[in-house]
T-cell receptor, first 116, second 111 residues
Framework: GAVVSQHPSWVICKSGTSVKIECRSL??????MFWYRQFPKQSLMLMAT?????????EQGVEKDKFLINHASLTLSTLTVTSAHPEDSSFYIC????????????FGQGTRLTVV | AQSVSQHNHHVILSEAASLELGCNYS??????LFWYVQYPGQHLQLLLK??????LVKGIKGFEAEFIKSKFSFNLRKPSVQWSDTAEYFC?????????FGSGTKLNVKP
């Protein structure tokens, strides 16, 4: 199957700083990438959908200015958590899809963000 | 907003028992349906998927799922579970290029 890699796997940052998480599709071109947030013992919450070369579509309640998503190429999407606060601490997961409609999504291993 | 409901949050079974995990979604149009599995310490992997055609879908490791359109359901089944099936299982729905997940079901299989 296709491989999606996230980096870093875990990160600790200070309140007020920004942190960038990368999501790469290693062996395929991803027309669409998704970013999820997973709270303890809860499901994956879709944060935003991004198509290469266009602006991300954010889900209701997700702050666009806080969670900056860039999908600059067909193999790379980045999520930047700006001015991080302790409540942003969570597990962030990306997934990538080859085709716009219908195809399965492949998942990265996730990034554990801790804001202190 | 669309929603995906998984009714069983935690299931404990003995080896060789049969498994059925429920999944319902709330959307009246065309959907693509998936079951993903997350083994301890690993990332999400696809078990099976339904796009169209035969509503009974067979996946990897002996899993299958049945799409019942009238019930908006896509339940996952396995006739005989193994200890190695211990994992968390997520039902997902793809609508208009977006994926929505259920809350997940933790399956614990006792040897």
């Amino acid at each position: 199957g296709a491989v999606v890699s996230q980096h870093p796997s875990w990160v600790i940052c200070k309140s007020g700083t920004s942190v960038k998480i990368e999501c790469r599709s290693l062996d395929f071109q991803a027309t669409t990438m998704f970013w999820y947030r997973q709270f303890p013992k809860q499901s994956l919450m879709l944060m935003a959908t991004s198509n290469e070369g266009s602006k991300a579509t954010y889900e209701q309640g997700v702050e666009k200015d806080k969670f900056l998503i860039n999908h600059a190429s067909l193999t790379l999407s980045t999520l930047t958590v700006t001015s991080a606060h302790p409540e942003d601490s969570s597990f962030y997961i990306c997934s990538a899809r080859k085709d716009r409609e219908g195809a399965e999504a492949f998942f990265g291993q996730g990034t554990r963000l801790t804001v202190v | 907003a669309q929603s995906v409901s998984q009714h069983n949050h935690h299931v404990i079974l003995s080896e060789a028992a049969s498994l059925e995990l429920g999944c319902n979604y709330s959307y009246g149009g065309t959907v693509n349906l998936f079951w993903y599995v997350q083994y301890p310490g690993q990332h999400l992997q696809l078990l099976l998927k339904y796009f169209s055609g035969d509503p009974l879908v067979k996946g990897i490791k002996g899993f299958e799922a049945e799409f019942i359109k009238s019930k908006f359901s896509f339940n996952l089944r396995k006739p005989s579970v193994q200890w190695s099936d211990t994992a968390e299982y997520f039902c997902a729905v793809s609508i208009f290029n977006k994926f929505y997940f259920g809350s997940g079901t933790k399956l614990n299989v006792k040897p």
